[in-house]
Every structure is written in C-alpha cells, then in structure tokens.
C-alpha cells in the first residue's frame, strides 16, 4: 500500500514527522507538504505564479504553495508514486465544527477525496507541545486498524486527538460537527514604519459542544471521528426557492 501525507504547518512540523513515522509502519510513505505554515488557507489554490518542489534531506518533499496545490504536485509531479490513501496532519491544534471549513489540513483530505482517493485528517486539540505522545499512540491505533480492513471507496474522515496522556484515552466516538459562535476578532496594530496594520484574531467561543459533537466527546477524553461530505445543496431549501423563482422562470417559456 501506498500512502501520501500532507499538512498545512510545514514540512518541518512535528506533527507530520510523527504520522510519517508511524505509517511507514504499515505501508510505503511519500510526504509532500507545504514550505512554511500554510494553516487557514482552506481548499485555496495558488494560480498568480508557478510553483516549486523540492526534496529534502530527510526525503520529505516541500512546496511553494498551499496543502492544496501539495496534492496535485504530489499525484502529478511525482507520477510514479500513486497513492491508496491520503493523511494530513498531525495537525498542532484541533480542527472541529465549522473550523473545518478553514483548516489547510481538512482541505488536503478534501482535494484527495474529490479526486477519487480516500482520506482522513489527523488533528491534536492542544497547542503546548505536551502531548504528541497521546497523538502518536491514536495514529498508531487508528491506521492499525484502518489498514486491516482498508476503504475500497473514497471516504473523507475528520479525526481528532484529545489532549490528554495516552492512557487515559476514553475510547474513540463518531461525531457530528459542532459550532462557533463566529465573531472574529480583529487586532488592529502598527508596523514599523507606523502605519495601522491588523491581525485577524482568534476564533470566536464554542457555541455547540452538546453531547454527540466533536467538541464535547473530544474534551470528553475521546478520539473523534466525523465523516465530512462535500455536497452543499441546500436540499430541504429546493421547493421553497423553486417557488419563488417560478414567476420568472415562466417569462423564459416560448410565447409567453
């Protein structure tokens, strides 16, 4: 079995050294990763100029460009390497709710997943660099697992690591996304020339952690395991728009 490994923290990122490391246990690893930390780039990809690949000495393989772009490079680029399945991670810091929509890291599974591959991205909710042991022990437990029995479709998963010891994993739950209250903040500051600059600040607080969610089993103690879908068709909204636009829609008919 072949596997690809992305990020969005940089090839240079602890985290995706781990996950290297732990499935070349079970299979034969390519890393294609971007340069520097691309996080929050989402599912961007960089058309205003060409982009680089190169081989490091630990025979990582980096990119001038986003987790995106790393996808393609790394499928067609690098052509004699065809991947089974995608991993991207471990990301430094979770990735729940509508985060998702944000994360480099999602969005590296995502591109593998549209383009027919299966995927699942790794996430450690925990930013002091305390516990990428409990991250290495529930990659190793999950791709134990998941190569046993390995997906014959393409799937998109979205895994979560709690931050805790690697004993005192709960277990691990499938979860439904939760959500944010989304008020971004903004820090305005002054460059050195003393022109007003500003940052975008942090995420708004959790408004959905109720039972069943990504950020309540995972503050639980529990690995989380959301399947994500890609299709964003207001489904249950369709008759109601289909009734406001008939009006139109019957000054378009021949003869009317």
């Given at each position: 079995?072949n596997i690809l490994?992305c990020?969005d923290?940089?090839?240079?990122a602890?985290?995706?050294s781990?996950?290297?490391r732990?499935?070349?246990?079970?299979?034969?690893?390519?890393?294609?990763?971007?340069?520097?930390?691309?996080?929050?780039?989402?599912?961007?990809?960089?058309l205003?100029?060409?982009?680089?690949?190169?081989?490091?000495e630990?025979g990582?393989?980096?990119v001038?460009?986003?987790?995106?772009?790393c996808i393609?490079?790394?499928?067609h680029?690098?052509?004699?390497?065809k991947?089974?399945?995608?991993?991207?991670?471990?990301?430094h810091?979770?990735?729940?709710?509508d985060?998702?929509?944000?994360s480099?890291?999602?969005?590296a599974?995502?591109?593998?997943?549209?383009?027919g591959i299966?995927?699942?991205?790794?996430?450690?909710?925990?930013?002091?660099?305390?516990?990428?042991?409990t991250?290495?022990r529930?990659?190793?437990?999950?791709?134990?697992h998941?190569?046993?029995?390995?997906?014959?479709?393409?799937?998109?998963?979205?895994?979560?690591i709690?931050?805790v010891?690697?004993?005192d994993i709960?277990?691990?739950?499938?979860?439904?996304?939760?959500?944010?209250?989304h008020?971004?903040?903004?820090?305005?500051?002054?460059?050195?020339?003393?022109?007003?600059?500003?940052?975008?600040?942090?995420?708004?607080?959790?408004?959905?952690?109720?039972?069943?969610?990504?950020?309540?089993?995972?503050e639980?103690?529990f690995?989380?395991?959301t399947?994500?879908?890609i299709?964003?068709?207001?489904f249950?909204?369709?008759?109601q728009v289909?009734?406001f636009?008939?009006?139109?829609?019957?000054k378009?008919?021949?003869?009317?």
């Open positions: 079995m490994i990020n923290d940089g090839y240079l602890q985290g995706i781990i996950l290297a732990v499935a070349g246990e079970f299979a034969n690893v390519r890393v294609v990763a971007p340069e520097r930390d691309r996080s929050g780039v989402s599912n961007s990809l960089t205003d100029r060409p982009l680089r690949i190169r081989e490091a630990n990582f393989y980096y001038s460009g986003t987790p995106t772009d393609h490079l790394g499928l680029a690098l052509p004699e390497f991947p089974d399945l995608v991993l991207s991670g471990i990301n810091g979770a990735n729940m709710g985060d998702t929509l944000y480099g890291t999602v969005a599974a995502t591109e593998a997943f549209l383009l299966p995927a699942v991205a790794f996430s450690l909710n925990d930013y002091s660099g305390r516990y990428w042991d991250a290495e529930a990659a190793w437990l999950m791709l134990s998941l190569l046993q029995e390995p997906p014959r479709q393409p799937i998109l998963w979205n895994v979560n709690p931050a010891a690697p004993e709960q277990g691990c739950k499938i979860t439904r996304l939760g959500r944010r209250h008020v971004q903040s903004i820090v305005p500051a002054r460059n050195p020339r003393g022109e007003e600059v500003y940052w975008i600040g942090p995420a708004g607080d959790v408004s959905d952690r109720e039972e069943g969610t990504d950020f309540a089993e995972c639980a103690g690995i989380t395991v399947p994500l879908q299709d964003l068709t207001g249950e909204q369709m008759a289909a009734g636009w008939r009006p139109l829609s019957e378009f008919r021949p003869n009317h």
